[in-house]
Structure formats: C-alpha cells, structure tokens
C-alpha cells in the first residue's frame, strides 16, 4: 500500500495518505475538507551501495567482484 502525497488546491496544505487501491478516489484536505487535491511526484527512494557506517557516510561492500 503506497504512501502519496497531494496538495489542497484551495489552501495549499501539503499532506500524505495511505491509499488502499488505485483507483481509490483523492482523499480531502485534512486542513479543510476541500476535496480539489492533487497528487505530488514523490521523491524516489536511492539505496546506496555499502553499508551505513551511522555517521551518515557509508562503508564498501566487503566482498567485491573480481575484475577478471
């Protein structure tokens, strides 16, 4: 089940909502119930190769393919 992202039209509130199904109609504004939403592009989710080294850099696979 994504998770999208819509702006209210009329107040410009930005929200998220769980949708259940796709063709599930656009949720209202949580702010004021406006039902005139429309639906962000999100950001993609980038995985990084290596391991996270918890200070926010990250540290090489340990086994690397070898070149030959």
Partial sequence: MPI????CKACC???EELV????????RC???QCEDVQKLMSAGCVRAEGIPT???GFKGPACK???G
């Fill in 13 to 15: 509130n930005c929200f």
């Fill in 54 to 56: 918890g200070s926010g």
């Fill in 65 to 67: 393919p070898s070149g």
């Fill in 4 to 7: 999208y992202e819509y702006q």
């Fill in 30 to 32: 949580p702010k004021c």
């Fill in 20 to 27: 259940f199904s796709s063709d599930a109609p656009a949720p």
